[in-house]
Antibody, heavy 120, light 109 residues
Framework: QVTLKESGPALVKPTQTLTLTCTFSGFSLTTPGMRVSWIRQAPGKALEWLARIDWNNDKFYSSSLKASLSISKDTSKNQVVLTMTNMDPVDRVTYYC????????????WGQGTLVTVSS | EIVLTQSPGTLSLSPGERATLSCRASQSIPTSFLAWYQQKPGQAPRLLIYGASNRAAGIPDRFSGSGSGTDFTLTISRLEPDDFAVYYCQQFGNSPMCSFGQGTQLEIK
C-alpha cells in the first residue's frame, strides 16, 4: 500500500526558510521510474507544481521559483525534503507531495497535504 | 511554458445529467501526457484519467476522457451526488515541468 505524508511547521515568519518533509511507504525512491514532486495550493486556487526528485537523484524545479527551492531525498528513511527560502507573507497554503511512477508524469498517489501560514 | 485553460469555470448540473469539462492547451501535447484529477474540499486531488483517456484504478466507467493536440475533454456520463467537486487537468508535455489548469467547479444545480 502506497502512502505519503507531509510534515512541517504550521507557521513561518516572512523571509524565513520553510522545510517540509514527505515520508512515504509502499515504494522505494531507488526503483527506476519513481519520482516524488511537491505541489502547493492556496485556498480556492489552482494547483502549482514546485519541484521533483527522481530515483536517480535528478532534480527539477519550477522556473518561477527555482532560485528559492531545494529538494533532496533520504532513501534510507523514505523521505523527500523540500526547502523554500525567503518566504513571502501570503495567506495559508497547502503543500502536497505526490508520487509519479510513470514516464507520463501523472501523479498516482498524493499525501493529505500540510497547511502552512506565512505571517509575522 | 504550456498553459492549460479549463472551461467552464463553474458548471451547475443536476444528478443524473451529463457533464462535459474542457481543457485547452496553449500548444499541442502528446495524449500520453494529459491527466485529470478530482478534488473535494479538504482533500488531496485524486487521479481520474491518465494518458487523456485511461481510467485510473478504481475509477467508475461513467468517467471518460478524450481529445488530442490542444483540446481535451472529461465527460461524466451520469452525475452522482459524490461527483460534485473541482476537476483539474494536468500536462507533462514539457517534461520535466508540468502544469495544471485553473480548475472547473462542478456544483449541484
Amino acid at each position: 500500500q502506497v502512502t505519503l505524508k507531509e510534515s512541517g511547521p504550521a507557521l513561518v515568519k516572512p523571509t524565513q526558510t520553510l522545510t517540509l518533509t514527505c515520508t512515504f511507504s509502499g515504494f522505494s525512491l531507488t526503483t527506476p521510474g519513481m519520482r516524488v514532486s511537491w505541489i502547493r495550493q492556496a485556498p480556492g486556487k489552482a494547483l502549482e507544481w514546485l519541484a521533483r526528485i527522481d530515483w536517480n537523484n535528478d532534480k527539477f524545479y519550477s522556473s518561477s521559483l527555482k532560485a528559492s527551492l531545494s529538494i533532496s531525498k533520504d532513501t534510507s528513511k523514505n523521505q523527500v525534503v523540500l526547502t523554500m527560502t525567503n518566504m513571502d507573507p501570503v495567506d495559508r497554503v497547502t503543500y502536497y507531495c505526490a508520487r509519479t511512477s510513470s514516464d507520463y508524469g501523472y501523479f498516482d498517489y498524493w499525501g493529505q497535504g500540510t497547511l502552512v501560514t506565512v505571517s509575522s | 511554458e504550456i498553459v492549460l485553460t479549463q472551461s467552464p469555470g463553474t458548471l451547475s448540473l443536476s444528478p443524473g445529467e451529463r457533464a462535459t469539462l474542457s481543457c485547452r492547451a496553449s500548444q499541442s501535447i502528446p495524449t500520453s501526457f494529459l491527466a485529470w484529477y478530482q478534488q473535494k474540499p479538504g482533500q488531496a486531488p485524486r487521479l481520474l484519467i491518465y494518458g487523456a483517456s485511461n481510467r485510473a484504478a478504481g475509477i467508475p466507467d461513467r468517467f471518460s476522457g478524450s481529445g488530442s493536440g490542444t483540446d481535451f475533454t472529461l465527460t461524466i456520463s451520469r452525475l452522482e451526488p459524490d461527483d460534485f467537486a473541482v476537476y483539474y487537468c494536468q500536462q507533462f508535455g514539457n517534461s520535466p515541468m508540468c502544469s495544471f489548469g485553473q480548475g472547473t467547479q462542478l456544483e449541484i444545480k
